[in-house]
């Protein structure tokens, strides 16, 4: 095992635990919490525990007893992220689905011109009042909902917009008054109470929006004036110096306000105008059109209020109007509408002029401050956790099945009809077993399980065809002691298989011949009725035991006698139809062990279980006894096969 093949083996650990602590621990967590902690402990301990659990004997050469305890936590795990990564696999999938509608808290609404606000809800839009005569624009982009407003920001704002209409309630009394409510001023984008707060250019900073409130309960002075028109000074509220351009707009002036005001920040006048859709706005100079912020007296297209950052709330909460269009009620506009007061809560404003609907979230649209302002998580969280425990569910209970599974070995019974069998031979049993795999998690109890369903079959030959073992000779000396008790009237034969090379090779093969097993190394025995041969596994070529000789092994056979073959890997069917092999068993596949790990076998071998025909020579693969890796069988049961040989 090189250098490298190490170096891909930690980088790609290294990736799988951090994407399974983002998805199950991070997303699912608060910081600091237990979980947290305990989480990320795990994601750390466990990969090491499977990396010394596989590598250690062989790199480190950690003593055997440590390498038992390593072992079940170690191999479980990494079993376990099989199913754990299938299961995030699918839900990656299915995740946008279920979080359709959702936004991050701070994040953009899909409609309705409303910003998210974490920790708060800026921008109150259930009462506007609407402005005078004359329709109002302010072209400024001001895209609705797409700023959030920072938390803290909304209270002190929203408070201009419940200072009571007391113009309005007044009869008789000049339309001039109105100046001192939130409801009724209909200049978008004014900033008053902070010397130039907006005609100079300066931007209204996050969290003045108290200022601006305060400045919307200052009297205008010009604006008591007896006998004046209403619609002449609406709006011209000015609390300090300079604000709003510092100057009372005069009728037929008009003033455009082009300075970008993002969304959900503070419109501080010293009342404001129903938001258009998120872009237009503004209330109307008598007998004008005054667009935007209130220009200076008889100036037409007065330019130069700055952009009210985001952060400074809405100072009378106005909400969109008509979906499109902010402006005011047309003049001689009745009720409610007219004089400017807030239209009644739940007051359709949908299409008509004059009126606004209350804007709260999208339909479906739900962000995680709003939640957990509600007391409760946000669907992202909800999705998240669900998905976690999810995944912790479907693991568990393929792990737990495929425990069981793996401590229940089968026996099948299959019929194999050999054209040139004598007939003295039809009827003849010949056990066969392989991958039995013993080592730190299956010892002498999985092997005596194994010896007594062979025995139960009463073969007159049994066929040991490669894996036995994974630890040395001296590890296991009592783990394999059961395997002198199998019965069998015509003696028990071993090859080896793959995992012996990864031990001494030799010792083992020294070792099973003294528990009264004959091990077919590159050769071949006459028995009364057919040549049973063996060869050594393909991954012993270039070791000092030596790799597959079919030539040693069948080269100088008799042509007429049937030829039965043990090799461990499917893969030496292709040699064997060379040689004129009757009948080929092997092992190796473990059928796949743990679905959908099958495929992958499939893929990797002519036959994965099962009796199969490659021109005259049938090939037999069992799925094997045991397991390597954790002790886990789904899909493909353990099993001693039984094959009968028919003469054909």
Known sequence: MGFGFVAVLLVLVVVVHWYLWLRLVRDVSRPGGWYRRVGTALLCVLPATSLLAILGGRLLDLPFPLIQVLAWPGNYWYGSLLYILLTLAISEAVRPFLLRGTRPAGGRVLAGGAAGSPGGSAGQAGRFAPAGDGAGRAEGPTAGGEAPTPTGTAAAAGAAARVPAEGDRRSGTSGAEDAVTASSAGVRGEATGSAGSAGDGASTPAGMAGAAGAA?????????????????????????????????????????????????????????????????????????????????????????????????????????????????PEPGASGREARGEAPEPGASGGGGRGGAPEVGPQDGVESAASAAERGRPSRRLVVARGIAVATGVVTAGFMGYGTYAARRLVTRRVSVTLPRLPSAADGYRVAVVSDIHLGP?????????????????????????????????????????????????????????????????????????????????????????????????????????????????????????????????????????????????????????????????????????????????????????????????IGADPDVTLIELRAG
């Open 216 to 328: 919307a309960r200052v009297p205008a002075e010009g604006g008591l004036r007896s006998g004046t028109s209403r619609t002449a000074d609406r709006g011209e509220a000015t609390g300090s110096a300079g604000s709003a351009g510092g100057s009372t707009p005069a009728a037929g002036s008009v003033g455009r306000a082009e300075g970008p005001t993002p969304v959900g920040a503070a419109r501080t006048g010293a009342a404001t105008a129903p938001a258009v859709d998120g872009a237009r706005g503004g209330a109307p100079e008598s007998g004008g059109s005054a667009e935007g912020s209130a220009p200076a007296g008889g100036s037409a297209g007065a330019r130069g209020a700055a952009p009210t950052p985001a952060g400074a709330a809405r100072a009378a909460g106005a909400p969109a109007v008509d979906g499109a269009r902010g402006e005011a």
């Open 441 to 633: 998690l299956l010892g002498r109890a999985h092997c005596q399980r194994v010896v007594d369903t062979i025995n139960r079959t009463r073969p007159h030959l049994v066929t040991v065809v490669g894996d036995l073992v994974d630890a040395e000779v001296d590890d296991l000396r009592s783990a394999v002691a059961p395997l002198a008790g199998i019965e069998s009237r015509d003696g028990v034969y071993y090859v080896t298989g793959n995992h012996e090379y990864n031990v001494d090779t030799g010792a083992w093969v020294d070792h099973v011949r003294e528990l009264g097993l004959r091990p077919l190394a590159n050769a071949r025995d006459e028995l009364p009725h057919f040549d049973l041969a063996g060869v050594n596994d393909v991954a012993g070529e270039g070791t000092d035991f030596g790799g597959p000789d079919f030539e040693a092994a069948l080269g100088d056979r008799d042509p007429s006698r049937v030829s039965v073959l043990m090799a461990h890997q499917p893969v030496q069917i292709h040699d064997a139809v060379e040689y004129g092999v009757d009948l080929q068993l092997s092992g190796h596949t473990h059928g796949g062990q743990m679905w959908p790990l099958n495929y992958v076998a499939a893929a990797a071998n002519p036959t994965l279980a099962g009796l199969d025909r490659y021109g005259d020579t049938q090939l037999y693969v069992t799925r094997g006894a045991g397991a390597f890796g954790p002790p886990v069988r």
